[in-house]
């Protein structure tokens, strides 16, 4: 008895706590469900100081466009759910959360996603995050990060939407399935391959015997006519299997190619990442993230980037090649600026190549 008086008070304590969330509930519910909405209130978490990629009012238009809420709307019919799926739609948007007050206002609260750069090359414009994801640029979007222009075309399509690794693993995916199917083809042949070679087995075993009152001469005449057929059937074989291998060959040089696009896809992949972990470095660096004030990016003929920076302090361009080694570039790159340029001008150069180790090419 003395247990059960000692767990009773705690065990009420919680019942009530129960009866009074439920009831709250219940009660928030009936009240929401005999309001109206007043107005739509969008906010942007944590905005950054460099900009925004969209503004509040610009997402409130979307989502009285898209009919979603209202005002004038029961509050009982405003789907908070839907109104989150419908602005996390928009890839710039990391998340987004939607609630209703008991004042009538739809409260919608979204935190952006934070690029590092935006691309607008090769028929693209997109923004890119440090962990490689991207989105296309809103209209109207004015967001302060380093801009890369030129001919260069990223390794995925112009709409695409979403993380490059997501990617990747998708069209290794797709790959070997065109692998497999490619795989399933060559069954056919496989089995012609068998049959064929079973057809020849049984070639070389065939024999004639001459019978017990046959003539010499039919004999001859019996053998000259297996050997015609056996050479018929021989060529014929052989053909076929010329024939099939030819095939399964064809079906196998697919399967490379496969294979290789993969292969060329991922290495591209790999050197975008290359590409945003470069511009992240340059925006680390105080010196840096003021001098280069243009990124051109082409593809070289291994198919590898090649970048070009536009310096703020001089007319010339600065060749960097690749996206590789550019603590190692820049250094030299400095050096030359300090021990070089200040000293022989500014305007004597317009081409300072750094793509060789420890070498500064001018022209």
Not at 91 to 97: H, K, N, T
Request: proline share 4%.
């Amino acid at each position: 008895m003395r247990n059960v008086s000692r767990y009773l008070p705690p065990l009420l304590l919680w019942c009530c706590v129960a009866f009074y969330l439920v009831w709250a509930s219940s009660r928030a519910r009936t009240v929401r469900r005999g309001r109206s909405v007043v107005r739509v209130e969008v906010g942007v978490r944590d905005s950054s100081s460099r900009g925004h990629l969209v503004s509040p009012e610009k997402m409130r238009q979307r989502i009285l466009r898209g009919g979603l809420a209202s005002e004038g709307m029961p509050a009982g019919e405003v789907d908070l759910s839907g109104i989150e799926r419908f602005v996390e739609r928009n890839g710039f948007v990391e998340r987004a959360e939607a609630s209703i007050g008991y004042d009538g206002v739809v409260r919608v609260e979204l935190r952006e996603r934070r690029p590092v750069v935006r691309l607008r090359c090769g028929g693209r414009d997109l923004y890119a995050t440090a962990d490689g994801y991207l989105f296309g640029a809103p209209s109207g979007s004015a967001l302060y990060v380093p801009v890369v222009t030129g001919s260069y075309r990223p390794p995925f399509p112009a709409e695409f939407t979403g993380s490059l690794a997501d990617f990747v693993a998708a069209e290794r995916s797709r790959t070997a399935e065109r692998i497999a199917a490619l795989e399933r083809e060559k069954y056919p042949f496989y089995r012609r391959e068998r049959t064929n070679d079973e057809n020849m087995r049984a070639l070389r075993r065939r024999r004639i015997s001459k019978g017990w009152f046959e003539s010499e001469e039919l004999f001859a005449r019996k053998v000259e006519r297996l050997r015609a057929e056996n050479a018929a059937l021989r060529r014929r074989y052989r053909d076929e299997a010329r024939r099939v291998e030819a095939e399964i060959a064809r079906l196998a040089a697919r399967q490379e190619a496969e294979r290789a696009r993969q292969k060329k896809l991922e290495k591209s992949c790999e050197d975008f990442l290359k590409l945003l972990t470069f511009v992240e470095f340059l925006e680390d660096d105080a010196f840096w993230r003021s001098e280069v004030v243009q990124i051109d990016a082409s593809t070289s003929a291994s198919g590898a980037i090649d970048l070009t920076l536009v310096p703020r302090s001089g007319p010339f361009v600065v060749r960097f090649g690749r996206p590789e080694r550019a603590e190692e570039k820049l250094d030299v790159l400095m050096r030359f600026y300090r021990n070089g340029l200040e000293h022989l001008g500014w305007e004597r150069y317009r081409t300072v190549d750094v793509r060789f180790a420890g070498q500064v090419v001018c022209s």
